[in-house]
C-alpha cells in the first residue's frame, strides 16, 4: 500500500527527492515516516511528521539538508535530500500510522511501510 521511488546513484553534494505514494490509504489521516538502512547497520529514523503535518522532526545527521512534505492530494508524501554524503548511503523506507498527532521515531509504532528505494552517494 506504500510504494517508494526515487532513489539512484548520485555524487556527493548531490540531490535527490524520494516519494511514498499510497494506495489503498488516505495519507491526510496518516502520520509519516522515513527510515533508512545501511548494510551491516540496523534501521536508523530520519524523519517524520504528524498526520496534519503540524509537527515535523529529523534526526541530527539530516537536519537542513533532508525536508519532508506531503502533497495530500496526490497521496503521497516526500524527502527532499539536499547536500548529500556517502554517509546517506542505504535503503530507505517509508512509514505510515494512522491518525497520530506524534511525530514517531520508533518504527514498531507504523502500521504501514512501503518496500524500500536505494540511494547511493559516491564521493
Known amino acids: 500500500q506504500l510504494q517508494a521511488s526515487g532513489g539512484g546513484l548520485v555524487q556527493a553534494g548531490g540531490s535527490l527527492r524520494l516519494s511514498c505514494a499510497a494506495s489503498?490509504?488516505?495519507?491526510?489521516?496518516?502520520?509519516m515516516g522515513w527510515f533508512r538502512q545501511a548494510p551491516g547497520k540496523e534501521r536508523e529514523f530520519i524523519a517524520a511528521?504528524?498526520?496534519?503535518?503540524?509537527?515535523?522532526h529529523y534526526t541530527d545527521s539530516v537536519k537542513g539538508r533532508f525536508t519532508i512534505s506531503r502533497d495530500n492530494a496526490k497521496n503521497t508524501v516526500y524527502l527532499q535530500m539536499n547536500n548529500l554524503k556517502p554517509e546517506d548511503t542505504a535503503v530507505y523506507y517509508c512509514?505510515?500510522?494512522?491518525?497520530?498527532?506524534?511525530?514517531?521515531?520508533?518504527?514498531?509504532?507504523?502500521?504501514?511501510w512501503g518496500q524500500g528505494t536505494q540511494v547511493t552517494v559516491s564521493s
Open positions: 512509514a505510515a500510522r494512522y491518525m497520530t498527532g506524534a511525530v514517531l521515531t520508533v518504527g514498531s509504532l507504523y502500521n504501514y
Open positions: 511528521t504528524s498526520w496534519n503535518g503540524g509537527r515535523i
Open positions: 489503498g490509504i488516505p495519507l491526510a489521516r496518516y502520520g
